[in-house]
Nanobody, 124 residues
């Protein structure tokens, strides 16, 4: 069982930046792809970005490409989400998730393990 722990959320002004981290506890991310999703109350969980095991291949939501960057450091068992030029619409709970077969997928149902989420609030 992989336990994922997100951190780095908080309150930031519009135009600012945050970097979220996702650490795998108990087991490594070995071979797994990792994705970030976000959710606001009353709405479906939305795909943000994903990275494969090597870190060389990534996929982004079209609407977020250019502002958000996903990366990973396998030596630290950590995946990051750098978020720049934040907008009030980015306010959400952000979750990281692991897909154990290493597939680069964008649908939340295809992910096997989830963190508890970290709140990001962007004030305008």
């Amino acid at each position: 069982q992989v336990q994922l722990v997100e951190s780095g959320g908080g309150l930031v002004q519009a135009g600012g930046s945050l970097r979220l981290s996702c650490v795998a506890a108990g087991r490594t991310f070995s071979g797994a792809s990792v994705g970030w999703f976000r959710q606001v109350p009353g709405k479906e969980r939305e795909f943000v970005a994903a990275v494969d095991w090597s870190g060389d291949n990534t996929v982004y939501s079209d609407s977020l490409k250019g502002r958000f960057t996903i990366s990973r450091d396998n030596a630290k068992n950590t995946v990051y989400l750098q978020m720049n030029t934040l907008k009030s619409d980015d306010t959400a709970v952000y979750y990281c998730a692991a897909e154990r077969f290493g597939l680069l997928v964008t649908t939340w149902a295809q992910y096997d393990y989830w963190g508890q989420g970290t709140q990001v609030t962007v004030s305008s």
